[in-house]
């Protein structure tokens, strides 16, 4: 259907802060475009890497709050053409 779905992204944390998400994100970026996606969506939970995504263009469209309690899972999604 033109889209890209991460189901995960993960890093050691070891290997963190080197620039290795990044890295691994533009690469699936990448190749989903030259695949012939045109946007790309995920899910993260409130504890993990809303941030990392944002940073990379990604905005999000909705929200499970108290999932699990006092957290949110939160939806996100990006334009990649």
């Not at 909705?62 to 990649?80: I, Q, S, W, Y």
């Amino acid at each position: 259907f033109g889209w890209l779905y991460i189901d995960q992204l993960w890093v050691s944390s070891d290997k963190r802060g080197q620039g290795l998400g990044s890295r691994l994100l533009t690469l699936i970026e990448n190749e989903a475009v030259k695949l012939g996606c045109l946007n790309a969506h995920l899910n993260t939970m409130s504890f993990q890497a809303p941030e990392f995504y944002r940073r990379h263009g990604y905005v999000v469209f909705g929200e499970l709050e108290d999932f699990p309690v006092g957290h949110t899972r939160l939806f996100l999604r990006k334009r990649l053409v």
